[in-house]
């Protein structure tokens, strides 16, 4: 790739320009793959200031061509609008991936020996953090006493690989002001495990850690986010990230609504001071957090609307109440229509009325609603919910489906026939972390080929869905939107050369459909679909720069491709190699 400086862009003939204005920037020679439906592809494109100001051919490109234009020519390779994240809890998730990184361990020997080794190489730290486990690759939960075997003398707190569950020892517990004969915040969906005697296990699911957690002196937002933040922007716009939802801060207060509250106004704070500065890397969407379980409808509306009084630009905006009924399949704790294999149907914090009601409340007040759809009786409730405020009136197209994992044939034909968005994350959905072996164990071959991942149809129809990672319940380093185009199109772990397709069902997604899923799709998500989402002129330079035509790479490395450039509101975030 050859970048043309300066004062060769003067060579290019601007005596004959028709645009009463240089651009800024132009690239041209570019396969440019704009997602606007009226002019799919191009050769070039203009920016000036912070918006696109031509898309077109070359010829036409160079007369936009002045003294101070920076110009690329990008030798045939790709030029895509600026990607946009669905669902990424960027802003102050970091809290989850301190310490010890448990990926790709697959024993519970393995793990130990690494948190051994860990502990004994930082004896100053007064507090043993790590995350990445995962249960079934230990062929079971493990316990607080095999925890002690190899941290005896500081409190240890280990998280899974999704992050909602957490493996403790006593002096976590302890330290965590856990008294054992503590009630579970909702039995059977938010608890701590116990043996056949009723003793705690060490295992805590579905953020019953929180409280514990922060009273061990884990977390300190005022101290602690303006750091992640950056680092997790930083990451980001590396894979050409420009615009992301964030639904819900995910922080360790997020069972506690009066604790949440205060943490967002904290961080839309510290937020609003870079965008003042001008210094906030990506375009931020947050959705307000509803998981307490003892938690008002009109209590969650009326602080978001005060938020959004205070917080609703193109850079900077809070959107949408995400609810967070259930937690994860993979620990029985969704709420299920039919049973799993061992009877159970797992449960919800949130059921079906206090869902309706806020939606019912939010849209009226013109506020959408996004809900963590992970169970097929929680999709039920939701799509429910959204079809009685749409009945009441209340059309807010912008509701949300959050993960769309276990769905019914009747709300899958209900979410297609009445356009209800969705989100979800396609790693979550293929043979990552045993999830090809969880997902039969728990809930049968045929339910899995019949009804997981039913996104992939959705995106064949032509329906709005977008894929993002869904950090930090995926490592930040698995953020990049093209490494979800990638397992949309192949139904594969990008990680592992020997992954099979899974579900074996479902249908691989087009290109085309897959980069509408990272781009125009949840930019309409937002309501920003005339802004962003696009190649168009007079929409804001979101661009980024890929090393080759993706056109022209298979499915099984687009994940390969590296990021040049990430321009956002017509300047670089990211630049390395342009």
């Known amino acids: 790739m050859t970048r043309f400086s300066s004062f060769l862009a003067a060579t290019f003939l601007v005596a004959n320009s028709a645009f009463a204005q240089s651009a800024d920037i132009v690239f041209t020679t570019a396969r440019v793959l704009t997602v606007d439906e009226t002019t799919p592809t191009a050769e070039a494109v203009a920016v000036t200031g912070n918006k696109i100001t031509y898309v077109g051919d070359v010829a036409d490109a160079e007369a936009m061509v002045g003294d101070n234009t920076e110009v690329f020519d990008l030798g045939g390779d790709s030029l895509l609008p600026g990607f946009a994240s669905g669902h990424d809890h960027i802003v102050a998730s970091d809290w989850t991936s301190r310490g010890i990184s448990l990926f790709g361990v697959d024993t519970l020997e393995e793990a130990l020996a690494t948190i051994k080794d860990y502990a004994d190489a930082n004896p100053d730290e007064e507090l043993i953090l790590g995350y990445g486990f995962d249960q079934v690759s230990f062929g079971g939960w493990p316990t607080k006493e095999d925890l002690e075997s190899v941290v005896p003398d500081r409190p240890a707190f280990i998280l899974d690989f999704t992050i909602h569950d957490v493996w403790m020892n006593s002096k976590a517990f302890d330290a965590g002001k856990v008294d054992p004969d503590e009630s579970d915040q909702v039995p059977g969906v938010m608890f701590w495990q116990r043996d056949a005697g009723g003793k705690q296990t060490g295992i805590g699911i579905e953020f019953q850690l929180a409280s514990a957690f922060r009273s061990a002196g884990a977390w300190d937002p005022a101290g602690e986010i303006p750091d992640i933040q950056k680092r997790l922007y930083d990451q980001a716009v590396k894979t050409g990230i420009t615009a992301v939802h964030v639904p819900l801060l995910a922080m360790p207060t997020v069972t506690d609504l009066s604790l949440v509250k205060e943490d967002e106004k904290l961080v839309m704070a510290h937020l609003h001071e870079l965008e003042k500065k001008g210094d906030l890397s990506i375009r931020t969407f947050v959705a307000t957090g509803f998981k307490d379980p003892n938690a008002r409808a009109d209590e969650i509306v009326g602080h978001t609307l005060d938020l959004r009084e205070q917080y609703d630009s193109g850079m900077l905006r809070i959107w949408e109440i995400k609810i967070h009924p259930e937690g994860n399949w993979s620990s029985q704790t969704t709420w299920m229509m039919e049973p799993y294999t061992d009877g159970t149907f797992g449960g919800a914090a949130i059921e079906g009325s206090m869902i309706t009601s806020v939606y019912l409340q939010a849209n009226m007040a013109g506020l959408p ?3 963590h759809v992970d169970g097929s009786q929680t999709v039920r409730n939701v799509v429910n919910a959204i079809m009685t405020a749409r009945e009441a009136g209340y059309d807010v197209p912008n509701n949300l489906l959050h993960h769309y994992f276990w769905v019914s044939d009747l709300d899958h034909e209900t979410v297609i026939g009445n356009e209800i968005m969705v989100n979800t994350t396609p790693i979550f959905s293929v043979d990552w972390e045993t999830q090809d072996v969880n997902a039969p164990d728990l809930l049968g071959r045929a339910r899995v080929e019949a009804t997981f991942a039913r996104y992939s149809s959705r995106i064949a129809l032509g329906h709005n869905v977008s894929i993002s990672s869904d950090v930090p319940s995926s490592p930040i380093d698995l953020i990049g939107p093209l490494l979800n185009v990638e397992i949309a199109m192949t139904l594969q772990d990008p990680l592992n050369e020997e992954s099979k397709p899974f579900p074996l069902s479902r249908k691989p997604a087009s290109l085309e459909e897959s980069l509408k899923a ?29 090393d080759q035509d993706i056109t022209q790479v298979i499915p099984g490395e687009i994940s390969n491709i590296k990021v040049l450039g990430t321009i956002m509101d017509g300047r670089f975030t990211h630049r390395e190699g342009l």
């Not at 309409?524 to 679909?529: G, S």
């Not at 962003?532 to 890929?546: F, N």
């Open 369 to 371: 609603v996004g809900t």
């Open 518 to 546: 990272v781009t125009i799709y949840p930019a309409a998500q937002q309501r920003m679909e005339d802004k962003i989402g696009s190649m168009t002129v007079g929409k804001y330079a979101d661009l980024v720069v890929p």
